[in-house]
Protein backbone atom coordinates (compact mmCIF):
# COMPACT_ATOMS: atom_id res chain seq x y z
CA UNK A 1 0.00 0.00 0.00
CA UNK A 2 1.18 3.50 -0.53
CA UNK A 3 -0.29 7.11 1.18
CA UNK A 4 -0.33 10.58 -0.46
CA UNK A 5 -1.40 12.68 2.18
CA UNK A 6 -1.01 15.86 0.38
CA UNK A 7 -3.57 14.66 -2.40
CA UNK A 8 -5.32 12.11 0.31
CA UNK A 9 -4.79 9.27 -2.24
CA UNK A 10 -4.45 6.21 -1.35
CA UNK A 11 -2.63 2.98 -3.71
CA UNK A 12 -3.39 -0.84 -2.98
CA UNK A 13 -1.69 -3.20 -5.45
CA UNK A 14 -2.38 -7.03 -5.43
CA UNK A 15 1.11 -8.50 -5.78
CA UNK A 16 0.08 -11.52 -7.58
CA UNK A 17 -2.34 -10.43 -9.64
CA UNK A 18 -0.94 -6.93 -10.50
CA UNK A 19 -3.92 -4.96 -9.87
CA UNK A 20 -3.64 -1.65 -8.94
CA UNK A 21 -6.72 -0.15 -6.91
CA UNK A 22 -6.49 3.80 -6.23
CA UNK A 23 -8.89 5.45 -4.03
CA UNK A 24 -9.79 8.72 -3.21
CA UNK A 25 -10.76 10.55 0.01
CA UNK A 26 -13.97 12.02 -0.57
CA UNK A 27 -15.02 14.34 2.82
CA UNK A 28 -18.88 14.42 1.76
CA UNK A 29 -18.94 10.56 2.30
CA UNK A 30 -16.07 10.39 5.14
CA UNK A 31 -14.45 7.64 3.48
CA UNK A 32 -12.17 6.60 0.62
CA UNK A 33 -13.95 5.96 -2.75
CA UNK A 34 -12.47 3.61 -5.09
CA UNK A 35 -11.09 6.00 -8.72
CA UNK A 36 -12.43 3.93 -11.63
CA UNK A 37 -11.77 0.53 -11.93
CA UNK A 38 -8.91 -1.47 -11.02
CA UNK A 39 -5.60 -0.98 -13.70
CA UNK A 40 -4.03 -4.16 -15.13
CA UNK A 41 -0.52 -4.13 -14.66
CA UNK A 42 0.66 -7.31 -16.19
CA UNK A 43 1.06 -6.38 -19.83
CA UNK A 44 4.09 -4.67 -18.34
CA UNK A 45 5.60 -7.06 -16.40
CA UNK A 46 6.76 -10.69 -17.12
CA UNK A 47 4.63 -13.93 -15.73
CA UNK A 48 5.19 -14.67 -12.56
CA UNK A 49 6.36 -11.14 -11.13
CA UNK A 50 5.65 -9.46 -8.50
CA UNK A 51 5.20 -6.48 -6.48
CA UNK A 52 7.04 -5.71 -3.32
CA UNK A 53 6.96 -2.30 -2.52
CA UNK A 54 4.99 1.00 -3.61
CA UNK A 55 5.51 4.79 -2.60
CA UNK A 56 4.11 7.71 -4.14
CA UNK A 57 6.34 10.56 -5.26
CA UNK A 58 5.31 13.78 -3.43
CA UNK A 59 3.75 16.29 -4.66
CA UNK A 60 2.84 14.30 -8.38
CA UNK A 61 0.61 12.05 -9.87
CA UNK A 62 3.25 9.29 -10.10
CA UNK A 63 3.67 6.31 -8.43
CA UNK A 64 7.18 4.42 -7.96
CA UNK A 65 6.61 0.27 -7.97
CA UNK A 66 9.66 -2.19 -7.15
CA UNK A 67 9.00 -5.70 -8.47
CA UNK A 68 10.70 -9.11 -6.96
CA UNK A 69 13.75 -8.99 -10.05
CA UNK A 70 14.86 -5.50 -7.92
CA UNK A 71 13.73 -2.74 -10.41
CA UNK A 72 12.01 -0.05 -9.87
CA UNK A 73 9.77 1.69 -12.30
CA UNK A 74 7.44 5.01 -12.00
CA UNK A 75 3.65 4.91 -12.89
CA UNK A 76 1.91 7.78 -14.18
CA UNK A 77 -1.57 7.75 -13.11
CA UNK A 78 -2.07 10.72 -15.36
CA UNK A 79 -0.95 9.11 -18.79
CA UNK A 80 -1.26 5.35 -17.54
CA UNK A 81 1.48 4.94 -18.36
CA UNK A 82 4.91 3.99 -17.34
CA UNK A 83 8.05 6.09 -17.75
CA UNK A 84 10.88 4.71 -20.07
CA UNK A 85 13.81 4.61 -17.18
CA UNK A 86 14.05 1.67 -14.73
CA UNK A 87 16.47 1.88 -12.21
CA UNK A 88 18.29 -1.50 -11.06
CA UNK A 89 18.90 -1.91 -7.50
CA UNK A 90 21.33 -4.17 -6.18
CA UNK A 91 18.82 -6.01 -4.51
CA UNK A 92 15.07 -6.05 -2.91
CA UNK A 93 14.72 -3.01 -0.59
CA UNK A 94 13.18 -3.86 2.89
CA UNK A 95 11.65 -0.44 2.71
CA UNK A 96 10.97 2.35 -0.05
CA UNK A 97 10.49 6.52 0.90
CA UNK A 98 10.08 8.91 -1.21
CA UNK A 99 11.27 12.78 0.26
CA UNK A 100 8.39 15.47 1.05
CA UNK A 101 9.99 18.27 -1.05
CA UNK A 102 9.74 15.46 -3.78
CA UNK A 103 13.32 15.68 -4.83
CA UNK A 104 14.58 12.06 -3.78
CA UNK A 105 13.68 8.46 -3.45
CA UNK A 106 15.33 7.12 -0.54
CA UNK A 107 15.77 3.09 0.09
CA UNK A 108 16.79 0.89 2.42
CA UNK A 109 19.07 -2.24 2.49
CA UNK A 110 20.13 -4.84 5.15
CA UNK A 111 23.58 -5.56 4.89
CA UNK A 112 25.16 -8.13 7.43
CA UNK A 113 23.89 -6.56 10.75
CA UNK A 114 23.62 -3.04 9.39
CA UNK A 115 20.65 -0.92 7.79
CA UNK A 116 21.86 0.97 4.83
CA UNK A 117 19.86 4.00 3.57
CA UNK A 118 20.28 4.94 -0.39
CA UNK A 119 19.37 8.13 -2.26
CA UNK A 120 18.09 8.74 -5.74
CA UNK A 121 17.38 11.68 -7.57
CA UNK A 122 13.78 11.78 -8.62
CA UNK A 123 14.48 13.72 -12.23
CA UNK A 124 17.60 11.59 -13.00
CA UNK A 125 16.07 8.45 -12.14
CA UNK A 126 17.30 5.23 -13.65
CA UNK A 127 20.14 7.44 -15.46
CA UNK A 128 22.15 8.15 -12.39
CA UNK A 129 23.95 5.80 -9.41
CA UNK A 130 22.20 6.08 -5.74
CA UNK A 131 24.17 8.28 -3.38
CA UNK A 132 24.61 6.45 0.36
CA UNK A 133 23.93 8.04 3.29
CA UNK A 134 26.33 7.24 6.22
CA UNK A 135 23.85 7.04 9.23
CA UNK A 136 24.86 4.62 12.02
CA UNK A 137 23.24 2.66 14.41
CA UNK A 138 19.85 2.71 12.47
CA UNK A 139 17.05 -0.27 14.48
CA UNK A 140 17.16 -3.40 11.48
CA UNK A 141 13.87 -4.13 13.58
CA UNK A 142 11.75 -1.07 13.60
CA UNK A 143 10.40 1.07 10.94
CA UNK A 144 11.27 4.51 10.07
CA UNK A 145 9.49 7.51 9.27
CA UNK A 146 10.56 9.83 6.37
CA UNK A 147 8.87 13.09 7.26
CA UNK A 148 9.26 17.31 7.25
CA UNK A 149 8.75 19.63 10.28
CA UNK A 150 8.09 23.34 9.71
CA UNK A 151 8.21 23.37 5.92
CA UNK A 152 8.54 20.67 3.48
CA UNK A 153 12.02 21.39 2.51
CA UNK A 154 13.46 20.37 5.82
CA UNK A 155 13.37 16.56 6.12
CA UNK A 156 14.09 14.09 9.29
CA UNK A 157 14.20 11.04 9.47
CA UNK A 158 12.94 9.50 12.51
CA UNK A 159 13.79 6.22 14.28
CA UNK A 160 12.02 5.26 17.41
CA UNK A 161 14.00 2.66 20.05
CA UNK A 162 11.46 0.51 21.87
CA UNK A 163 14.29 -0.44 23.94
CA UNK A 164 15.13 2.55 25.34
CA UNK A 165 11.84 3.94 24.83
CA UNK A 166 13.51 7.03 22.63
CA UNK A 167 12.49 8.78 19.11
CA UNK A 168 15.87 9.91 17.36
CA UNK A 169 15.38 12.02 14.72
CA UNK A 170 17.92 13.28 11.87
CA UNK A 171 18.21 16.04 9.44
CA UNK A 172 18.56 15.63 5.92
CA UNK A 173 20.07 19.10 4.29
CA UNK A 174 19.45 18.27 0.29
CA UNK A 175 21.11 20.66 -1.86
CA UNK A 176 21.19 20.79 -5.45
CA UNK A 177 24.74 21.38 -7.08
CA UNK A 178 24.61 21.20 -11.08
CA UNK A 179 22.54 17.68 -11.46
CA UNK A 180 23.44 16.07 -8.10
CA UNK A 181 22.12 16.36 -4.86
CA UNK A 182 24.47 16.12 -2.13
CA UNK A 183 22.95 14.19 1.26
CA UNK A 184 24.94 15.17 5.02
CA UNK A 185 23.78 14.86 8.33
CA UNK A 186 22.83 18.19 9.83
CA UNK A 187 23.84 19.02 13.70
CA UNK A 188 21.58 21.97 13.27
CA UNK A 189 18.48 21.69 15.86
CA UNK A 190 15.40 22.68 14.30
CA UNK A 191 16.08 21.55 10.96
CA UNK A 192 16.68 24.71 8.08
CA UNK A 193 19.32 27.25 9.70
CA UNK A 194 18.41 30.38 7.28
CA UNK A 195 17.78 33.26 8.87
CA UNK A 196 14.81 35.68 8.75
CA UNK A 197 11.25 35.11 8.51
CA UNK A 198 9.92 32.46 6.41
CA UNK A 199 6.65 32.96 5.43
CA UNK A 200 4.11 29.59 5.68
CA UNK A 201 1.13 30.39 3.06
CA UNK A 202 1.60 32.13 0.19
CA UNK A 203 -1.75 31.41 -1.52
CA UNK A 204 -1.44 34.67 -3.46
CA UNK A 205 1.66 33.48 -5.35
CA UNK A 206 1.19 29.72 -5.28
CA UNK A 207 -2.20 29.68 -6.94
CA UNK A 208 -0.19 29.90 -10.38
CA UNK A 209 1.19 26.33 -9.84
CA UNK A 210 -2.56 24.92 -9.05
CA UNK A 211 -3.47 26.31 -12.55
CA UNK A 212 -0.52 25.09 -14.09
CA UNK A 213 -1.27 21.75 -12.91
CA UNK A 214 -4.93 21.45 -13.58
CA UNK A 215 -4.93 23.51 -17.04
CA UNK A 216 -1.95 23.02 -20.03
CA UNK A 217 0.24 25.41 -20.53
CA UNK A 218 1.43 24.13 -24.08
CA UNK A 219 -1.12 22.76 -25.90
CA UNK A 220 -1.74 20.32 -28.72
CA UNK A 221 -3.74 22.57 -30.71
CA UNK A 222 -3.78 26.41 -29.63
CA UNK A 223 -6.71 29.14 -30.34
CA UNK A 224 -6.26 31.45 -32.63
CA UNK A 225 -8.38 33.93 -32.05
CA UNK A 226 -6.41 36.53 -31.47
CA UNK A 227 -4.80 37.77 -35.25
CA UNK A 228 -3.30 41.15 -33.93
CA UNK A 229 -0.80 39.29 -31.70
CA UNK A 230 2.13 41.81 -33.01
CA UNK A 231 0.62 44.17 -30.07
CA UNK A 232 1.21 42.01 -27.47
CA UNK A 233 3.46 42.97 -24.82
CA UNK A 234 5.84 40.47 -22.51
CA UNK A 235 3.71 38.90 -19.89
CA UNK A 236 4.40 40.80 -16.58
CA UNK A 237 3.54 39.88 -13.07
CA UNK A 238 4.26 42.66 -10.40
CA UNK A 239 3.29 42.60 -6.93
CA UNK A 240 2.43 45.43 -4.78
CA UNK A 241 4.25 45.31 -1.35
CA UNK A 242 5.50 47.95 1.23
CA UNK A 243 8.06 45.33 2.28
CA UNK A 244 10.09 42.09 1.44
CA UNK A 245 10.82 42.74 -2.05
CA UNK A 246 13.54 40.63 -2.69
CA UNK A 247 11.58 37.38 -1.85
CA UNK A 248 8.97 37.53 -4.63
CA UNK A 249 11.39 36.77 -7.87
CA UNK A 250 13.35 34.05 -6.31
CA UNK A 251 10.12 31.96 -5.11
CA UNK A 252 8.01 32.13 -8.19
CA UNK A 253 10.95 31.35 -10.14
CA UNK A 254 11.11 28.78 -7.66
CA UNK A 255 7.51 28.05 -7.96
CA UNK A 256 8.32 27.47 -11.86
CA UNK A 257 11.23 24.93 -11.36
CA UNK A 258 9.14 22.83 -8.38
CA UNK A 259 6.25 22.31 -11.12
CA UNK A 260 8.67 21.51 -14.43
CA UNK A 261 10.07 18.93 -12.12
CA UNK A 262 7.14 17.17 -10.50
CA UNK A 263 4.45 17.61 -13.78
CA UNK A 264 7.07 16.57 -16.13
CA UNK A 265 4.89 18.84 -18.71
CA UNK A 266 5.70 21.07 -21.65
CA UNK A 267 5.92 24.31 -21.22
CA UNK A 268 8.18 26.02 -23.72
CA UNK A 269 9.70 28.60 -21.81
CA UNK A 270 6.50 29.85 -21.46
CA UNK A 271 6.56 30.34 -17.90
CA UNK A 272 10.37 31.49 -17.80
CA UNK A 273 9.93 33.99 -19.95
CA UNK A 274 7.35 35.86 -17.32
CA UNK A 275 8.70 39.12 -16.16
CA UNK A 276 7.93 39.18 -12.34
CA UNK A 277 8.66 42.24 -10.22
CA UNK A 278 7.84 44.05 -7.06
CA UNK A 279 7.31 47.37 -5.99
CA UNK A 280 5.69 50.06 -3.69
CA UNK A 281 2.40 51.40 -4.17
CA UNK A 282 4.06 54.82 -4.45
CA UNK A 283 6.61 53.81 -7.17
CA UNK A 284 4.01 52.07 -9.23
CA UNK A 285 1.55 54.90 -8.71
CA UNK A 286 4.01 57.14 -9.83
CA UNK A 287 4.59 55.19 -12.98
CA UNK A 288 1.29 54.59 -14.11
CA UNK A 289 -0.71 57.64 -13.43
CA UNK A 290 -0.39 61.19 -14.51
CA UNK A 291 -0.57 61.11 -18.58
CA UNK A 292 2.14 58.16 -18.83
CA UNK A 293 1.44 55.48 -21.32
CA UNK A 294 0.77 51.83 -19.83
CA UNK A 295 2.94 49.15 -21.34
CA UNK A 296 -0.17 46.94 -22.16
CA UNK A 297 -1.14 44.33 -24.75
CA UNK A 298 -3.73 46.06 -26.97
CA UNK A 299 -6.42 43.50 -28.83
CA UNK A 300 -9.31 44.23 -30.92
CA UNK A 301 -12.79 44.21 -28.85
CA UNK A 302 -14.49 41.68 -30.61
CA UNK A 303 -11.05 39.75 -30.98
CA UNK A 304 -10.42 39.95 -26.95
CA UNK A 305 -14.26 39.01 -26.03
CA UNK A 306 -14.32 35.65 -28.48
CA UNK A 307 -10.86 34.54 -26.96
CA UNK A 308 -12.42 35.05 -23.63
CA UNK A 309 -15.91 33.60 -24.08
CA UNK A 310 -14.32 30.61 -25.72
CA UNK A 311 -12.33 30.33 -22.25
CA UNK A 312 -16.19 28.93 -20.54
CA UNK A 313 -17.64 25.25 -21.17
CA UNK A 314 -21.46 25.20 -21.47
CA UNK A 315 -23.58 22.27 -20.29
CA UNK A 316 -25.54 21.14 -23.21
CA UNK A 317 -27.21 17.78 -22.30
CA UNK A 318 -27.94 15.49 -18.99
CA UNK A 319 -28.76 12.08 -18.45
CA UNK A 320 -31.54 11.24 -16.06
CA UNK A 321 -34.50 8.48 -15.37
CA UNK A 322 -33.10 6.76 -18.75
CA UNK A 323 -33.85 9.99 -20.62
CA UNK A 324 -31.27 12.17 -22.70
CA UNK A 325 -32.48 15.61 -21.76
CA UNK A 326 -31.07 18.81 -24.01
CA UNK A 327 -30.49 22.34 -22.48
CA UNK A 328 -30.85 25.45 -23.89
CA UNK A 329 -28.45 28.17 -23.22
CA UNK A 330 -27.08 25.79 -20.37
CA UNK A 331 -30.31 25.44 -18.46
CA UNK A 332 -32.63 22.24 -17.96
CA UNK A 333 -36.48 23.26 -18.62
CA UNK A 334 -39.13 21.08 -17.91
CA UNK A 335 -41.34 23.30 -19.73
CA UNK A 336 -38.92 23.17 -22.97
CA UNK A 337 -38.85 19.36 -22.47
CA UNK A 338 -42.33 19.01 -22.32
CA UNK A 339 -43.24 20.88 -25.18
CA UNK A 340 -40.42 19.26 -27.64
CA UNK A 341 -42.20 15.92 -26.56
CA UNK A 342 -43.03 14.19 -29.86
CA UNK A 343 -41.38 17.11 -31.89
CA UNK A 344 -39.51 16.25 -35.07
CA UNK A 345 -35.71 16.98 -35.27
CA UNK A 346 -36.32 20.01 -37.07
CA UNK A 347 -38.30 21.43 -33.94
CA UNK A 348 -35.90 19.95 -31.50
CA UNK A 349 -32.97 22.21 -33.19
CA UNK A 350 -34.78 25.42 -33.55
CA UNK A 351 -35.01 25.16 -30.08
CA UNK A 352 -31.68 24.64 -29.13
CA UNK A 353 -29.00 27.47 -28.63
CA UNK A 354 -25.90 27.33 -27.24
CA UNK A 355 -25.68 30.31 -25.26
CA UNK A 356 -22.26 32.58 -25.49
CA UNK A 357 -21.19 30.21 -28.67
CA UNK A 358 -24.25 31.51 -30.74
CA UNK A 359 -22.09 34.15 -31.53
CA UNK A 360 -19.25 32.39 -32.74
CA UNK A 361 -21.51 29.86 -34.91
CA UNK A 362 -24.10 32.41 -36.78
CA UNK A 363 -22.20 35.46 -37.38
CA UNK A 364 -18.28 36.35 -35.50
CA UNK A 365 -16.83 32.99 -37.42
CA UNK A 366 -19.83 31.80 -39.05
CA UNK A 367 -17.74 31.13 -42.73
CA UNK A 368 -15.03 28.56 -40.84
CA UNK A 369 -16.07 24.64 -41.35
CA UNK A 370 -17.17 22.97 -37.74
CA UNK A 371 -14.97 19.61 -36.38
CA UNK A 372 -15.90 17.98 -33.52
CA UNK A 373 -13.77 16.28 -31.53
CA UNK A 374 -15.27 14.41 -28.27
CA UNK A 375 -14.45 12.07 -25.19
CA UNK A 376 -15.55 8.60 -23.68
CA UNK A 377 -14.41 6.70 -21.13
CA UNK A 378 -15.19 5.56 -17.87
CA UNK A 379 -15.43 7.60 -14.99
CA UNK A 380 -11.97 9.31 -13.61
CA UNK A 381 -9.65 8.30 -16.44
CA UNK A 382 -8.82 11.66 -17.46
CA UNK A 383 -10.87 12.58 -20.18
CA UNK A 384 -11.72 15.98 -19.16
CA UNK A 385 -7.37 16.59 -18.11
CA UNK A 386 -6.48 14.60 -21.52
CA UNK A 387 -8.96 17.44 -23.88
CA UNK A 388 -7.84 20.40 -21.96
CA UNK A 389 -4.46 19.25 -22.91
CA UNK A 390 -5.37 18.67 -26.39
CA UNK A 391 -7.80 21.49 -27.79
CA UNK A 392 -6.47 23.86 -25.44
CA UNK A 393 -10.00 24.13 -23.06
CA UNK A 394 -10.61 24.20 -19.59
CA UNK A 395 -13.15 21.97 -18.70
CA UNK A 396 -12.99 21.26 -14.21
CA UNK A 397 -11.70 17.85 -13.59
CA UNK A 398 -10.38 16.23 -10.77
CA UNK A 399 -10.01 12.85 -9.07
CA UNK A 400 -12.82 12.64 -8.36
CA UNK A 401 -16.27 12.27 -10.56
CA UNK A 402 -16.91 15.76 -12.13
CA UNK A 403 -18.24 16.05 -15.33
CA UNK A 404 -21.77 15.54 -15.31
CA UNK A 405 -23.88 15.42 -18.97
CA UNK A 406 -22.10 16.40 -21.75
CA UNK A 407 -20.17 19.94 -21.85
CA UNK A 408 -19.02 22.06 -24.68
CA UNK A 409 -16.43 24.31 -25.48
CA UNK A 410 -14.92 25.47 -28.69
CA UNK A 411 -11.32 26.36 -30.06
CA UNK A 412 -11.43 28.91 -32.92
CA UNK A 413 -8.27 27.59 -35.33
CA UNK A 414 -6.73 29.44 -38.36
CA UNK A 415 -8.91 26.42 -40.45
CA UNK A 416 -12.09 26.13 -38.63
CA UNK A 417 -13.77 25.65 -35.47
CA UNK A 418 -12.82 22.89 -33.55
CA UNK A 419 -15.84 22.17 -30.88
CA UNK A 420 -14.48 19.84 -28.01
CA UNK A 421 -17.25 17.59 -26.32
CA UNK A 422 -17.03 16.25 -22.29
CA UNK A 423 -19.01 13.41 -21.83
CA UNK A 424 -19.50 12.06 -18.71
CA UNK A 425 -17.56 8.84 -17.79
CA UNK A 426 -19.63 5.70 -18.69
CA UNK A 427 -20.22 2.15 -16.16
CA UNK A 428 -20.31 4.62 -13.06
CA UNK A 429 -23.06 3.85 -10.08
CA UNK A 430 -24.66 7.12 -10.90
CA UNK A 431 -26.07 6.25 -14.26
CA UNK A 432 -28.23 3.46 -15.68
CA UNK A 433 -26.81 0.89 -18.90
CA UNK A 434 -29.83 2.72 -20.95
CA UNK A 435 -28.25 6.66 -19.94
CA UNK A 436 -24.45 4.72 -20.91
CA UNK A 437 -26.47 4.35 -23.91
CA UNK A 438 -27.78 7.68 -24.92
CA UNK A 439 -24.84 9.28 -23.80
CA UNK A 440 -22.43 7.03 -26.49
CA UNK A 441 -25.47 7.32 -29.11
CA UNK A 442 -25.18 10.87 -28.95
CA UNK A 443 -21.59 11.25 -29.10
CA UNK A 444 -21.07 8.99 -32.26
CA UNK A 445 -23.80 10.77 -34.45
CA UNK A 446 -22.41 14.27 -33.61
CA UNK A 447 -18.70 13.44 -33.70
CA UNK A 448 -16.04 13.78 -36.40
CA UNK A 449 -13.17 12.22 -34.13
CA UNK A 450 -13.56 10.85 -30.83
CA UNK A 451 -10.91 10.29 -28.14
CA UNK A 452 -10.98 7.01 -25.50
CA UNK A 453 -8.80 5.98 -23.07
CA UNK A 454 -5.66 3.71 -23.98
CA UNK A 455 -6.74 1.01 -21.48
CA UNK A 456 -10.36 1.18 -22.73
CA UNK A 457 -10.55 -1.20 -26.00
CA UNK A 458 -13.75 -1.28 -27.85
CA UNK A 459 -15.52 -4.79 -29.29
CA UNK A 460 -14.55 -5.03 -32.77
CA UNK A 461 -18.05 -4.61 -33.85
CA UNK A 462 -18.44 -1.87 -32.09
CA UNK A 463 -15.20 0.13 -33.61
CA UNK A 464 -16.97 -0.11 -37.30
CA UNK A 465 -19.69 1.91 -36.31
CA UNK A 466 -18.69 4.12 -33.32
CA UNK A 467 -16.32 6.52 -35.17
CA UNK A 468 -13.43 6.77 -32.29
CA UNK A 469 -9.41 6.22 -32.04
CA UNK A 470 -7.07 5.05 -29.01
CA UNK A 471 -5.70 7.95 -27.80
CA UNK A 472 -3.19 8.34 -25.75
CA UNK A 473 -1.87 12.11 -24.07
CA UNK A 474 1.51 12.00 -22.36
CA UNK A 475 1.79 15.32 -20.75
CA UNK A 476 4.66 14.01 -18.54
CA UNK A 477 7.30 13.51 -20.80
CA UNK A 478 8.52 16.86 -22.71
CA UNK A 479 11.59 15.49 -23.70
CA UNK A 480 10.05 13.39 -27.04
CA UNK A 481 8.44 16.57 -28.28
CA UNK A 482 9.66 19.59 -26.55
CA UNK A 483 7.91 22.63 -27.91
CA UNK A 484 4.32 20.41 -27.56
CA UNK A 485 2.48 18.13 -26.01
CA UNK A 486 3.29 14.21 -27.31
CA UNK A 487 -0.06 12.57 -28.65
CA UNK A 488 0.09 9.09 -30.27
CA UNK A 489 -2.97 7.84 -32.22
CA UNK A 490 -2.95 4.31 -32.99
CA UNK A 491 -4.92 2.10 -35.45
CA UNK A 492 -7.29 5.32 -37.44
CA UNK A 493 -7.26 4.76 -41.43
Known amino acids: M??????????????????????????????????????????????????????????????????????????????????????????????????????CLITSHVRGSDLTLTAYHWSTFGATVGIPLKIPDLPLDQPLLLTSLTGRNIVHLVTLDIDTQSCRSIALDITQKATEFHFRERAVRGGNAKSGNITAHNCLIDCHAEVWTRFPVL?????????????????????????????????????????????????????????????????????????????VSKFRAGEWLAEFLCLIPIQIAVTMENRFIPLKDGVYSTQLEKSLLGADVNRIVDHLSFGWYESLFQSYMAKKPVKVVSSMGEQSVGKSFSLNHLMDTSFAGSAMR??????????????????????EGVHSIERSTQEDTLLVLFNTAISNLGAIPEQLRLKPRYCRTIPFIPVECDCSRPGNQPESVSINIGDHH
Open 2 to 103: AFDESKRVLSVVATEKLLLHIFVHDDSRVGFQANSSAINLTKWYPEGTLINHACFICGGEELLLVDTSAHARIYSLTTMQFRPATLNLIQIPTAVYSTPDGS
Open 219 to 295: TAIQRETITSASERCQRTLVFITEQDHHGFVPHFHNLISTFERTSKKPTGNLLKRIDVSSTTYSAFHNSHIGGVEWS
Open 402 to 423: TTEGVWMSVTPTKDALVVALDF
